[in-house]
């Protein structure tokens, strides 16, 4: 359409040219000495010129537009969805099958680890169990002696702290035995082991695996990384300029790479602050199941603008030139060697979105938009004549 609209341009500023020279005549050296010289931005066109290129003029209008605002940024995961994989008390690696890539659940064994420590805290749980045992069984016969004034109540003291004491020592390596992946309430003599199963905290997919058979690992290294990629967010980054541009709710609409295929988000959360660079986060939840995004991954996204009301021409009437925006503008109505002239005044403007025909229009300080008639069809006529204005002249 714009090819097509371009060669039209083109035959009607030709048309216009030849109806200038034609009406020109014979004009003296004196005449074309004194024709008028006109400034940068005006084009003057004969009614004549003006009908044949079809130029009529309108209002700025009000309009409520929503457009599309393209934004970049990455892919990522809440923290609840990924995981960093360690043992507290380290050991040597003696088994694991896991590759990058493999799936795991909640609960499933990951790597088995062999440490002497292991052996030392399972004793000193059961050693520190049965002692329990007779402590209480103590604390019970000396406190029923004590009430029937049997039992000084200095040896009540004695027997209630030993109590209190191994109770505590009880609890401490329950804990110590829980953080390594071992049940307290299964443990007994006979099930004394020196293997502890590494298992995985979260169900996803084994982003890494830094261990291997017969390797020592401390409480510090990460042995596993775990993502699970059910519950996506974007996290776009925006112009300050367009932080007024986004809220809550809305949709986008996004792709990865170079790829065709469309995926959804929707806004849950925008920035509360803008950064040092003059940029203005948003989040969004991905909608849907996508496969083919993975955390990390680069996105260019469109985010469906909310509809202000806004200054707007229909799409038609704003022309570019030199990588810059104009509309033209009715300027006064003249005579010269007694023929009729209408003067148009070409104004650069900056576009804003686009929706159903119309484009946002943010016109110069000082513009008068209740007065002002802008010409809304054949905008690219007057162009090409603006390009031919020396040779336009009457």
Known sequence: MTKYRFITSVIISAILFALASCNGGTRSNAEINAAEVLPEDIVELRADQIKLANIETGAIEMQSLSGKLKVN??????????????MPMGGFVKSTTL?????????????????????????????????????????????????????????????????????????????????????????????ISR???????????????NINIGKFVSPSD?????????????ELILFEKDADKVSTGQKIRFFINNETEQHEAVIYQTGKSIDSDRT??????????????????????????????????????????????????????????????????????????TDNGFTEVILPEGFDVTTARVVIKGAYNLLSAKKNAGEMSC
């Open 280 to 353: 203005y986060k948003v989040y969004a939840s991905v909608t849907g199941v996508c496969k083919n995004v993975l955390p990390g991954m680069y996105v260019n996204a469109m985010i469906e603008t909310s509809g202000n009301k806004v200054t707007a021409l229909p799409s038609d009437a704003i022309v570019s030139f030199d990588d810059k925006d104009y509309i033209f503008v009715f300027d006064k109505n003249k005579e010269e060697g007694g023929k009729p002239f209408t003067e148009y005044r070409m104004i650069e403007i900056h576009k804003g979105v």
């Open 73 to 86: 940024g990455i892919v990522s995961v809440a923290p609840e969805s990924m995981a960093t994989v360690c």
């Open 222 to 234: 990460v042995l596993f990384e775990i993502v699970n990629s059910d519950k996506l967010f974007l």
């Open 195 to 209: 293997s502890v199963a590494v298992v995985s905290p979260i169900s996803g997919y084994v982003k890494t695996v």
């Open 99 to 191: 590759m990058p890539g493999n799936i795991v659940t909640k609960g499933q064994p990951m790597a088995i680890l062999e440490n002497q420590e292991f052996v030392d805290i399972q004793q000193n749980y059961l050693e520190a169990k049965n002692k329990l045992e007779y402590a209480e069984a103590e604390y019970n016969r000396h406190t029923e002696l004590y009430k029937d004034d049997v039992y000084s109540q200095k040896n009540l003291q004695q027997v209630t702290s030993d109590y209190k004491s191994l109770k505590t020592l009880v609890k401490a390596l329950e804990q110590k035995l829980a953080l390594i992946g071992i049940n307290p309430a299964n443990l007994h003599e006979d099930d």
